[in-house]
């Protein structure tokens, strides 16, 4: 309704001087009533001007009113019936009806942009037969509903000749986003009584095609704006257009076109937004999809992520990525871990979109890191100390450290240790074995707990303790003949000698080594030994790492066990003082001497009367008598007595 | 009498089309006022659509009278639809394509829209472009069986079915519980298969 209303602007001036309004075209003179009743009507009545005296003849048959219900109305209106739906903002034929019988205001500027209009609303009686270049009086009586003349006339003159309107002045056209303005000057209305413009058409031609007229009705001439007036073309794609321009009147006759004047549109519209964006979540990786921009003109996309959903997104893509291939490949530096992305659209104009709603991504991580190299091991106090260069994988959570010996390892961190040192002290922190040989080996573990294979150390604890001392030593004489040294393992499973020394010997200057045995022996046949001597032994046991225990030690006094010969031709012989006893020589290696018995009965018993072996072949007995009976018995180093000899009496 | 019969049965027919005439201009003055309601739009586009129907394909004047009514209409893309229907069935298929064109500028989800676009492509001889219409045309409706036979018939023919199952592929990432794109993959690679 507001271009009317703006119209009325125009009309209103006119309406104040004479609501009769004559337009001459062709042989034909349209007679407009601009405020005609909507209940009543009118009729025309005409005279040529000379002779002066010539009587006014009734023209219109009965008289012009409106039409008479709504099927009536519409089907006058033809096509110009939307145009008017639309300008009283009517749904339908009744709504229609209704309005423009109750808006005479509405119904009279209508009545101006369309003949059609005009006549179904009862504002236009249409005198054709007038004579080209006549002048004529018209005389208008208003009538009442049942079309009785009133009283009430209106009278005006008109020359019947053609004027063409002015055409319009100062057009220009400008391209912008998607549309294309037009805009031209017109005279303010003056009241000139030849001025009839009621609007303008715009004329569109697209390359070299024809030109065709873009506004169905007249685009109404609107004096408010200062005689500027301007149409969008919206009805544009890409391209350049020609503009004209032509005034339109009340009888429908229009002027000259204006020049041609072209321009193109300008695309300053960004694609739509990306949508529909999926991901499938891979191996480290992740594939971003989405929907196809649907513009023509789509040139690409830029994808961009996030590792959060309000964190500051960094673009992936170095260049465009292509509008047919709406899909991102996106190796992530961590897997398990959420990412976000989101998708701008951009035209081959270079507008970009918004980015799109953000999609989350959550990639597995199945590919282990690289393992640490340089793995080194020292040792110090029973323990161990690892070090080693750290793996370049950039999603690192640490490093798994375990603990071996022989082919079992044991893991000795229960998370991943973020240094590249460890130490190993041992079970309760007591330190390692010493002797021991440890395997460390360390992999490195990433975010997603993927663990690397892993490097691998041994070293060996170095052995600083000497093994337990030997048990159950035993030195015995066999037979005489010699020493039997035996011994239990120690309880220290490195020991690798047993080493024996022995004192006591002749030859023995101090201790005296006798021999190194290996671990497995256990026993010795001492044969060096003296009948009649102590000898100590020590043992002790030696490890693998050289410390000695302490000594385990036992003692043997070796003694000969067969006696020497009984002495031969013992004979006693009372002399002044005792008896003398006498006897041979008994030969014997080992022989110390002779002890002598005496006895007052030949088979009684003997009582020693030395104190010790004598070495000499006799013994004088001071309290001997004669009667008296002796025995002598040789007696060697280990204290054998030999045999007694024969009883000898003292005579 | 004869003559009589003949005047009459025309002015039966005057009848009619004035009567059709007057429907579709009353119909479309409508719809333009409620453009916004969409309920009451849907409906008086289901009243209008066969009276144009009616009107465009079903009389000879029918052709002329669109252009009318898109002059009183101007934008209406409805009339624009039509009048691409009229163009092509007239052979003016350049003009059916800046017609559609138009329009999928407007609605360019318009799966139907796509469609029409790459079949009027393809008509033209234009067959890049027109593999690019089908291709929307299946991203806007994956699982839309006739986008995929066109678009499979003319990747066959321009030796793009690479394409064609990279498109699948990317489809099935959106719609990874899709038998018919998993049908459809099965069947491009032993199509791709086949032609190598």
């Known amino acids: 309704m507001r271009p009317l209303l703006l119209l009325a602007l125009l009309a209103a001036p006119a309406w104040g001087q004479s609501p009769l309004r004559l337009v001459a ?30 009587p006014f003849a009734k023209r219109s048959p009965a008289a012009v009113m409106m039409a008479s219900n709504p099927a009536v109305l519409s089907g006058a209106l033809g096509a110009d019936l939307p145009m008017a739906m639309r300008a009283v903002r009517a749904v339908d034929d009744a709504e229609l009806f209704r309005r423009l019988r109750s808006d005479h205001f509405a119904s009279g500027v209508l009545a101006m942009v ?147 004047l072209s321009s193109h549109t300008v695309d300053r519209t960004p694609p739509a937004i990306p949508t529909d964006l999926a991901v499938r979540n891979g191996d480290g990786v992740v594939d971003i999809t989405w929907r196809l921009a649907p513009e023509l003109d789509a040139l690409g996309y830029h994808i961009e992520r996030a590792t959060g959903l309000h964190q500051p997104y960094t673009r992936l893509d170095r260049s465009l990525i292509p509008a047919r291939r709406p899909i991102w490949t996106d190796t992530v530096p961590g897997g398990g871990h959420q990412y976000f992305y989101r998708v701008i659209a951009v035209d081959s104009t270079g507008n970009a979109s918004a980015p799109s ?62 240094t590249t040192a460890f130490v190993d002290s041992g079970a309760a922190d007591k330190g390692l074995n010493p002797g021991g040989r440890y395997v460390i080996r360390v992999s490195a573990v990433d975010s997603s707990y993927n663990e690397s294979p892993g490097v691998e150390a041994s070293i060996a604890i170095p052995d600083d303790q000497p093994p337990t001392p030997p048990s159950a030593l035993s030195s015995t004489n066999v037979e005489g003949r010699y020493v039997l040294v035996s011994w239990s393992a120690t309880a220290s499973r490195d020991v690798q000698w047993y080493a024996l020394t022995r004192t006591g010997g002749a030859a023995d200057t101090g201790t005296r080594a006798l021999h190194r045995f290996p671990a497995s022996v256990r026993e010795w ?17 030696i490890d693998s790492a050289g410390n000695v225990s302490a000594a385990t030690t036992d003692s043997v006094l070796f003694l000969e066990v067969v006696p020497p010969p009984q002495p031969r031709a013992a004979g006693a012989r009372a002399v002044t003082g005792g008896v003398e006893v006498r006897w041979e020589r008994v030969v014997s290696l080992e022989l110390t001497g002779y002890n002598v018995y005496r006895s007052s009965l030949p088979t009684g018993v003997y009582r020693r009367l030395t104190r010790a072996p004598v070495s000499l072949l006799s013994f004088t007995d001071s309290t001997g008598h004669a009667g008296l009976f002796y025995t002598v018995r040789a007696v060697d180093r280990s204290g054998n007595e030999s045999a007694a000899s024969p009883v000898a009496v003292a005579r | ?72 209409f101007p934008g209406s893309p409805l009339l ?59 991203d806007l ?8 036979r066109a678009l499979q018939r003319l990747s066959e023919r321009e030796g793009a079915l690479t394409l064609l199952l990279d498109q699948i592929r990317r489809l099935r990432i959106r719609l990874p519980a899709s038998a018919i794109l998993r049908d459809h993959e099965v069947e491009v690679s032993a199509r791709l298969g086949a032609s190598r």
């Open chain 1, 25 to 54: 075209t062709g042989d034909t003179v349209l007679v407009y009533v601009l405020d005609a009743p909507a209940t009543g009507g009118f009729i025309v009545y005409r005279r040529p001007v000379t002779p002066p005296t010539a």
């Open chain 1, 114 to 260: 369309s003949r059609n209009a005009a006549i179904a609303l009862g504002h236009l009686y249409v005198d054709a037969g007038v004579t080209r270049n006549a002048d004529y009086e018209y005389r208008v009586v208003y009538t009442q509903g049942d079309g009785k003349e009133t009283g009430r006339t209106l009278t005006a003159r008109v020359h019947v000749t053609d004027v063409v309107p002015l055409a319009p002045t100062g057009v220009q056209v400008s391209g912008a986003d998607h549309e294309i303005h037009v805009t031209w000057h017109y005279p303010v209305y003056q009241g000139a009584p030849t001025d009839f413009t009621v609007g303008f058409h715009v004329y569109r031609t697209q390359g070299t095609g024809p030109a065709h007229r873009l506004t169905a009705t007249p685009i109404l001439r609107n004096d408010a704006n200062g005689g500027g007036f301007s149409f969008v073309d919206r009805d544009v794609s890409g391209g350049t257009y020609s503009y004209q321009v032509s005034a339109a009147d009340l009888a429908g006759r229009e002027s000259g076109l204006t020049s041609i």
């Open chain 1, 357 to 418: 709603n953000p999609v989350a991504a959550l990639p597995s991580d199945k590919t282990p890191p690289i393992a640490p190299t340089a793995l080194a091991l020292t040792t110090a106090q029973h323990r161990i100390a690892a070090h080693w260069a750290p793996s370049p994988s950039k999603d690192l959570r640490g490093y798994y450290v375990y603990h071996g010996e022989g082919a079992s390892r044991v893991r000795l961190t229960g998370r991943p240790v973020r």
């Open chain 1, 525 to 541: 046949h001492d044969t060096l030994v003296a009948h009649g001597r102590r000898y100590v032994y020590h043992l002790t046991a």
């Open chain 2, 1 to 72: 009498m004869i003559h009589s019969l003949l005047l009459a049965v025309l002015l039966l027919q005057d009848s009619s089309s004035l009567a059709l005439r007057r429907r579709v201009w009353g119909d479309l003055a409508a719809l333009e006022q409620v453009r916004r309601a969409d309920t009451t739009s849907v409906r008086l586009l289901a009243d209008v659509r066969p009276a144009l129907d009616s009107m465009v394909f079903a009389t000879s004047w029918g052709g002329a009278e669109l252009d009318q009514l898109r002059l009183a």
């Open chain 2, 80 to 138: 624009t639809r039509y009048a691409a229907r009229r163009d092509e069935r007239e052979g003016l298929t350049d003009a059916a394509l800046g017609e559609i064109e138009q329009l999928v500028r407007l609605s360019p989800d318009d799966l139907e829209l796509q469609r029409t676009r790459g079949r009027l492509l393809e008509k033209l001889n234009r067959f890049k472009e027109a593999l690019d219409a089908y291709a929307r045309a299946l």
């Open chain 2, 141 to 148: 409706s994956p699982e839309d069986d006739s986008s995929f």
